[in-house]
């Protein structure tokens, strides 16, 4: 999936995105928390695996989803096919960052073919990770017209 030509009239601001965090690892969640925290980010809902993060994407309805790869028992390859064959449109199109120790050309491979938005090697660095939110919001808002990226 290439990325959209965005002009300057996306209106972004990285503080008013909702993002969810999907990682098994409470430590790691806590740092990309504070990460995100230091981006400005106000709105992050976490989860300690693909089953738990599913169960909030209808309520939370996130903008952004950052995501570990290998977790138990729903890893995060599982979880975006099920979150791309999601019953509700919009929420089947959110932009998915994965994060994983896992840099393997396997790994990038399978995650590709789902349409990801982007992938970090863990743990991420404060900018690289303000500039894949920043690209995913752009993307996200290219694909809903009615999306306000703020």
């Not at 995105?17 to 430590?27: E, F, P, Q, S, Y």
């Not at 790869?69 to 979880?79: K, N, W």
């Amino acid at each position: 999936m290439g990325w959209p030509v965005i002009g300057d009239t996306a209106k972004m601001k990285i503080e008013d995105a909702k993002v969810l965090l999907v990682d098994d690892d409470k430590v790691m969640r806590m740092f990309v928390g504070n990460l995100l925290a230091r981006l400005g980010v106000r709105q992050v809902s976490e989860a300690a695996d693909g089953h738990a993060g599913l169960a909030l994407i209808g309520s939370f309805a996130p903008d952004v989803i950052l995501s570990d790869i290998h977790m138990a028992p729903l890893d995060g390859i599982e979880f975006v096919k099920k979150l791309r064959s999601h019953p509700v449109a919009s929420l089947r199109n959110i932009p998915v960052l994965f994060m994983s120790a896992d840099t393997g050309s396997a790994t990038l491979s399978d995650t590709a073919l789902l349409g990801n938005t982007g992938y970090m090697a863990k743990p991420p660095a404060l900018e690289l990770l303000k500039v894949k939110l920043e690209r995913a919001l752009k993307f996200r808002s290219a694909q809903e017209p009615g999306f306000d990226a703020k």
